[in-house]
């Protein structure tokens, strides 16, 4: 009897301890996914630091072309824009290499003045830990809130002064426009800016300085706590061979 009892005991130990290894190594895995995808989540910001540093560059030119623009509003020309352009560029492309290549010919193009640069910082892996729920699996609360504030709160705040800037933009475009259809013969717009710049445009330049000075504050306060949130992540999960 005692013998059955002992070998009873055995068994449950041996298939108490099975389930145990099990679950541990269940859980190991668990928490190896859950630190790759932190950790891929943290390159994806670390990526968005690099975009969002030549964003700020440009909108900074941007801001500081139109406040010189604004300055000298009664003798500045498009010619003289276009040498401001040079030295603080915003107005670019990208090449066959993914890298960005900045325009230095104009073509009588006055986009120089109303050009508004698209916001797109990545944001699949996100998406992908939001939509699986590994963003909940996150122990650390400040890790997730942060990380939640970064892709939505704050994004979305630079997203908007983008969309304010290009409506904006497409005002200072009918301007253009609009103005050239008075006219019963051709005329470029180096002309127009020329001879028929007036209060109504300088009131939409204006009103452009002080959206792109809110937009990089806003793409500053964006950039730092992408910055600060990769050094929570660095210091908390570490990249597994």
Not at 33 to 56: C, F, P, Q, R, W
Not at 199 to 222: A, F
């Amino acid at each position: 009897m005692r013998k059955l009892i002992t070998d009873g005991f055995v068994i449950f130990i041996s298939i108490f301890a099975s389930f145990s290894v099990e679950n541990y190594r269940e859980a190991s895995l668990e928490k190896g996914v859950l630190n790759d995808a932190v950790i891929t989540l943290g390159e994806e910001m670390v990526s968005n630091i690099e975009y969002t540093k030549e964003h700020l560059f440009q909108v900074r030119n941007m801001e500081y072309l139109i406040d010189e623009v604004i300055k000298n509003y009664e003798t500045i020309t498009l010619e003289k824009a276009y040498e401001i352009h040079n030295n603080n560029p915003f107005i670019h492309t990208f090449n066959i290499e993914g890298e960005i290549e900045y325009f230095k010919k104009y073509d009588d193009n006055f986009s120089i003045l109303s050009y508004w640069n698209a916001w797109e910082p990545e944001k699949v892996f996100f998406e992908s830990m939001l939509y699986s729920g590994k963003l909940l699996e996150i122990k650390n609360k400040k890790i997730r809130k942060e990380i939640e504030s970064i892709y939505t709160k704050q994004q979305e705040r630079v997203s908007g002064m983008t969309d304010i800037t290009k409506n904006n933009s497409n005002k200072i475009g009918n301007w253009f426009e609009l103005t050239r259809d008075k006219y019963s013969f051709d005329t470029t717009n180096k002309s127009i800016f020329q001879n028929d710049k007036d209060q109504k445009l300088k009131n939409m330049l204006i009103t452009r300085r002080g959206i792109l000075k809110s937009r990089i504050v806003d793409t500053e306060n964006y950039l730092q706590g992408l910055q600060n949130i990769v050094l929570l992540i660095s210091s908390e999960y570490k990249k597994l061979d």
